[in-house]
């Protein structure tokens, strides 16, 4: 009953129906574009991309764009070129005083920084457009097919797939001032749910038809442990450490009067994803160099296992350093001390200043190193459940990039739909409590 009076309530709400209808209508045409092949490529010949794919960073790409990068769908490229430039430009935004500036001027310097991400977008589209066209031939022709690609069909090509991207970029940016929010985000959410029915199905069917029975056991076990994987994600998303500031509002001699208290949360993992695309990314470096190579034995050749004992002892360390490096560079505690300091604010039992900038930086020290670690298991889960014997399609709904994306932009959305409720003088979607999304912003990246 609560549920289906969640259901009505959010029917109710009139500006919030026609989001909600907007955003459907807008993933649907995102869904349709994905099946639209490139002109001059027979779909029939695709086997090989498909293979090709199938593990991997390819395999992150092609799940980021919802399956059009194993289609040679016109939205190939997917929503990656814009996450890739967003990222450079946060951290330029974090090195470079230029973009300091801008990212401190507001909204005129928020509009810039899109602007500037824009550019670089529609930069690694030109660049990324000819490699995928020319991997897709070499794919093709290696399964016995035939691509015919000359300069100018490779120019036009590139052409289709930025304007795909770009075209993805505006369903995102529509979502976002028509829909329910979360815009880019949510596009990347779908194209992640999109493959789990089939994932499933597959995993499900392999179960059946083992001959060794339980399969149906085997199963329902593989369900519980995925649940208790996605709550573990809950967690480290939500997870949060209140560090309590007593803001002073009059001071008389040597007492104070009306002090408020209030809290700042820090986060258990406030690096996000971050820390797991920097080490897929290094550690895709061996996999390309080797892979050049007839030779892939050795160590070297042991990173090309991708889940392979050393490839994700590798993958594990390099992500908690990651989440060190990226909490250290996002997460200011100098910068928190002096903003407590000039609104007239203090830690209880703590001295303004340094000794309240190392007090800060050893709580973010000691919750980012569980937080650090948890990451990193949930990183490699996918290896872990594909070597207990489960499909690579549903092995990776287990952890990773996928299954925090999920967990994210689900949270972020479900927010978004009970503020509506609330401002409506509506029941939240939950008795107790508030839904908590990611203070990081609603971006997935």
């Not at 929503?79 to 801008?102: C, D, E, R, W």
């Not at 509009?111 to 670089?120: D, E, I, V």
């Not at 060794?212 to 329902?220: D, E, I, S, Y």
Request: net charge positive.
């Amino acid at each position: 009953m609560g549920f289906t009076k969640t259901i009505k309530n959010i029917w109710s709400v009139e500006d919030l129906r026609k989001r909600i209808g907007i955003t459907l209508l807008l993933v649907i045409i995102y869904r349709f574009g994905c099946y639209v092949v490139l002109p001059g490529i027979n779909p029939d010949e695709l086997l090989a991309l498909k293979n090709f794919t199938a593990d991997g960073l390819m395999q992150l790409l092609d799940m980021f764009s919802g399956g059009a990068f194993s289609q040679a769908s016109i939205f190939a490229l997917g929503i990656m070129p814009y996450i890739t430039a967003s990222i450079v430009i946060q951290l330029l935004g974090m090195v470079l005083p230029a973009f300091q500036k801008m990212q401190r001027e507001g909204e005129s310097g928020r509009m810039k920084l899109n602007q500037y991400t824009r550019y670089l977008t529609v930069l690694i589209l030109v660049l990324q457009g000819p490699a995928y066209l020319m991997n897709l031939k070499y794919q093709v022709q290696a399964a016995g097919g035939h691509v015919e690609l000359g300069v100018w069909t490779i120019a036009f090509m590139t052409i289709v797939l930025a304007a795909g991207s770009m075209f993805i970029m505006w369903l995102g940016e529509r979502i976002d001032q028509k829909g329910v929010g979360n815009g880019i985000s949510f596009i990347i959410l779908i194209g992640i749910i999109a493959r789990l029915p089939e994932a499933f199905v597959q995993e499900f069917t392999g179960r059946l038809m083992n001959s060794q029975g339980g399969g149906l056991v085997l199963f329902l076990v593989e369900i519980v442990i995925l649940l208790a994987v996605i709550a573990g994600a809950v967690l480290l998303v939500q997870g949060t450490r209140n560090v309590p500031v007593q803001y002073a509002k009059k001071v008389v001699g040597n007492k104070q009067y009306g002090g408020a208290r209030q809290f700042i949360p820090l986060k258990v993992n406030a690096a996000g994803v971050m820390p797991i695309i920097f080490a897929q990314a290094i550690m895709f470096i061996p996999v390309t160099l080797v892979g050049f190579s007839t030779e892939q034995t050795g160590f070297f050749g042991a990173l090309t296992d991708m889940y392979g004992f050393w490839y994700n002892l590798i993958y594990f360390l390099m992500i908690v350093a990651f989440t060190y490096f990226y909490t250290a560079i996002t997460v200011r505690p100098a910068q928190m001390a002096e903003d407590m300091k000039r609104n007239n604010g203090f830690i209880p039992g703590i001295k303004p200043g340094k000794p309240t900038v190392d007090y800060l930086d050893s709580i973010m020290s000691r919750i980012t190193l569980p937080g650090s670690i948890f990451l990193g298991i949930v990183a490699i889960l996918p290896a872990i459940a594909h070597v207990c014997g489960l499909n690579r399609s549903f092995a990776s709904f287990f952890g990773g990039t996928s299954l925090l994306i999920l967990v994210g932009v689900i949270l972020d959305t479900l927010r978004i739909v009970e503020g509506h409720l609330i401002m409506h003088k509506y029941d939240g979607l939950m008795k107790h409590g508030r839904i908590k999304g990611r203070s990081s912003g609603s971006s997935a990246f």
